[in-house]
């Protein structure tokens, strides 16, 4: 096994995980076989019970792990799949080790940080190593260096490097060079400091990735190698990006494939890059535009929607018109007839999932205007569950229709708890979670979207649409075309509408820069197909 630790350092949100993810492609494009683990030094066993606002969004594996959003950039970068073992925290570890102490493992001794927590550490980098069949594991340090949380972690690491030996890991830190001042000068003492209290605690950078608006100037590079001991070929300038997926070519135009190759004793074969250059090539192009409106709550930090927005790029890569996303917090709607009117402008909307009362209102306006207008429209998880509430208000005319998450009291629970919730009292982990077969119904828009009747696809809900409602739904016109093999709805749509789709599932935790996931890919082609017939836009309705 050979090891890349990525670790941070100054502040936080330095594009870590991009980094990581870019190391990874770059091996991969010499045919090395790779695998990636992120540490999040938090207390919690995962990410499942956090905010968005806190730590941005949940991304969800095929087994049911809640990780870290940087999985889904692992996962993008990479063309596969990760599992929950590839997501390490804090909790996990003192869990698994506190386990074993309960159990007898330790023999009586004292169970201390060194050796049993950074043991516990090292020993599952290994088996995530061996399970995933990689020449090469990147282990991404989440936090900043001096972090009392990470410590254990960057412990591990040092001690892993002498169990493996020379040639068997390197470490690569990332840092921020400021730009300040009038006339603009980059600052290292930032970079100075965070390496010296890496060097402190026992490890040495073998790579600086420097941070910062601008391609560093030369002797500003010279600077940081004389100063933090490493040549000066191994200060990396990572300038601000339009688009992430740029990164490994930033990269490999500096000559770090070939160092990582020598640092590590690959061999260093040339990279294929050529599918990666051609879906930046269609990128770029951006032949027209499409506006596509996303309606949620969480709208002020848009990591809390990462996957949704690489999605639209990885349409945009695919069909080389450029996409721009509108955001409109799902609070505002109703309050704002400025705002229904210019969402009523847009070429398609996306209302995207999320949890509780908030904004739920803001999502059935956005959600009846897509409805009565012709505007190609595709809801998810919540957007799905809000579809079904729209269509049951006003088109079957029970006015208090509603989830129970919303309402326990509604006399019409068109979305309520699943069966299996209702007796549970942990929240965390207990979802309905991870992927899940689904058949779609021959002939139906879904089915034409996916070009097959049978799926896979990653789910984390609690509710569902009602099967008391599901007869009355079909009669007045939206149709069922999803459902999974046990009984539960998976899709809706209305056969009269162009486009007028909802899905319970994720789709797109699944979408891949070189293969964009089928049902954004849709709802853009019918956003495009729209403007090419170019209808009048009809009134918003009335709000009730």
């Known amino acids: 096994m050979k090891v890349i630790a990525v670790s941070g350092g100054v502040i936080s949100g330095l594009g870590k995980g991009i980094t990581t993810s870019s190391l990874g ?14 540490i999040d030094p938090y207390l919690n066993v995962d990410a499942g019970t956090m905010n968005p606002y806190q730590h941005g969004e949940v991304f969800v594996l095929d087994d049911g792990t809640e990780a870290d959003l940087d999985l889904g950039n ?12 590839h997501n390490l925290t804090t909790g996990k570890i003192y869990r698994a080790v506190i386990e074993k102490e309960r159990h007898g493992d330790y023999l009586g001794n004292t169970v201390q940080i060194i050796p049993h927590v950074t043991g516990e550490i090292k020993r599952t980098i290994r088996e995530v190593a061996q399970a995933a069949g990689a020449e090469v594991v990147l282990v991404e340090v989440g936090g900043t260096v001096g972090d009392i949380e990470s410590m254990p972690f960057l412990e591990a690491l040092r001690e892993l490097s002498y169990e493996l030996g020379e040639g068997h890991m390197a470490f690569v830190h990332t840092t921020l060079v400021p730009v300040v001042g009038p006339v603009g000068e980059a600052k290292t003492k930032p970079t100075q400091h965070s390496v010296r209290e890496l060097r402190a605690i026992g490890i040495r950078p073998n790579l600086i990735i420097a941070r910062g608006p601008a391609p560093l100037a030369p002797d500003i ?26 990164v490994p070519l930033v990269l490999e135009a500096q000559g770090v494939g070939p160092l990582l190759a020598r640092l590590l004793n690959l061999p260093d074969r040339p990279p294929d890059h050529t599918a990666w250059k051609e879906f930046l090539a269609t990128y770029r192009r951006g032949d027209g535009a499409v506006e596509i409106a996303i309606v949620g ?22 069909l080389g018109k450029e996409i721009r996303l509108q955001w409109y917090d799902s609070e505002d709607i109703p309050k704002s007839p400025a705002l229904l009117a210019r969402l009523a402008r847009a070429d398609g909307i996306l209302v995207p999932g999320g949890f509780g009362a908030r904004g739920v209102e803001g999502k059935i306006r956005a959600i009846q205007i897509a409805r009565t207008t012709g505007i190609p429209y595709l809801g998810i998880c919540y957007g799905f569950q809000m579809q079904a509430v729209e269509f049951a208000r006003n088109v079957l005319g029970l006015d208090r229709a509603n989830t129970t998450e919303v309402d326990a009291g509604t006399p019409d629970p068109v979305v309520c708890l699943l069966e299996q919730q209702r007796t549970l009292n942990d929240l965390g982990g207990t979802m309905r979670l991870g992927a899940q077969r689904v058949v779609l119904t021959p002939g139906s828009k879904v089915a034409e979207v996916y070009g097959r009747t049978e799926i896979w696809e990653r789910h984390r809900h609690r509710y569902e649409i009602n099967p008391d409602y599901f007869d009355r739904l079909r009669q007045h016109g939206l149709a069922i075309t999803g459902m999974s093999v046990d009984g539960r709805v998976e899709a809706l749509e209305v056969p009269a509408h162009p486009f007028f789709l909802g899905v319970q599932f994720h789709p797109e935790f699944l979408s891949r820069p070189e293969s964009p996931h089928p049902l954004f890919a849709g709802l853009v082609r019918a956003a495009l197909a729209r403007q090419e017939v170019a209808t009048p836009v009809a009134a918003p309705p009335p709000v009730a």
């Not at 993008?76 to 929950?84: A, C, D, E, K, P």
């Not at 709550?297 to 695919?318: C, I, M, N, P, W």
């Open 297 to 318: 709550k969480y709208t002020e930090l848009r990591d809390a929607y990462l996957s949704h927005t690489e999605a639209f790029h990885h349409v945009q890569g695919h």
């Open 25 to 38: 492609r770059i091996l991969k494009a010499r045919g090395i076989p790779v695998t990636i683990v992120k």
């Open 221 to 246: 590079k010279t600077k940081i190698s004389l100063f933090c001991d490493v040549p000066p070929e191994a200060v990396i300038s990572v300038p601000d990006q339009a688009v992430i997926y740029e």
């Open 74 to 85: 692992y996962e993008r970068f990479l063309g596969q799949s990760l599992v929950g073992t």
